[in-house]
């Protein structure tokens, strides 16, 4: 058959995704994204500065993600993403607006950021009652605990690991074994926080062991980008993109069986 490709390629949507200086999980962000949708990742000035709430400051300044966010102007995305959990909570709920706010003037588009999804996400799933799990110390972890109470969610309880850099090298297997220490009291769902710590694959896996939706930073992130597009992130048997695994999150016995003992 004879096949040309004059009339190609595909018409692309855009997604604008500012990170900080030290994300690595690029790929795991594409992992959420349909194939006529494109991400353009641009990132924050390195700073010496490790994982703390002081990075957190540094990374979300309002002309830091300005300067981020005018350097995609030229493609000219249809949203802007900024992918920090940390950077966007640590100004309480007032700051996470702020800075979407900044990022719209910059680039004149919507903009969204990973704890403002968040919160979206808890919202579409009626979560009030959450388990926690973080790479971070224990005062990013507070930090974190007191942006979900100011928007009325009750952690009920933390795993964390009190890490300060290389949070991206951390295995699915750790990241298992702090889900079950967070969720001994009940809870709604579990959140699995930090954009640069790998839970793409551990996601079904939980829902199904711990019967409740699990949802992530990167998770969060992408599904409200898509969502504003108008489109589904893609992610098999995850709760908050798939209603029907909402109500009883099985996976197939194939998976099951695979474990993570």
Known sequence: MDVSFLGGPRPQRGVGVVAPFDFALDRELWRWTPDDVSLHLTRTPFVPVEVSLDLARLVSEHETLGDAVRTLNAIAPEIVAYACTSGSFVGGVAGERAMCEA???????????????????????????????????????????????????????????????????????????????????????????????????????????????????NQVTMWAALRHLGTRAVGPYQALLDESARRSPVLPKEEQQEGWT
């Open 103 to 217: 990022m719209t003037r910059a680039g004149a588009v919507p903009s969204l950021t990973t704890s403002g999804a968040l919160l979206e996400a808890l919202n579409e799933l009626g979560v009030r009652r959450l388990a926690l799990v973080t790479p971070y110390t224990v005062s990013v972890t507070l930090a974190l605990e007191e942006y979900l109470s100011e928007a009325g969610i009750t952690v009920t309880g933390r795993a964390f690991m009190g890490l300060t850099s290389h949070i991206w090298k951390v295995p699915y297997r750790d990241v298992v074994d702090m889900a079950r220490r967070a969720v001994r009291a009940p809870a709604d769902a579990l959140f699995i926080s930090c954009t640069n710590l790998p839970t793409y694959d551990v996601i079904p896996q939980l829902e199904a062991e711990l019967r409740m939706p699990v949802i992530s930073a």
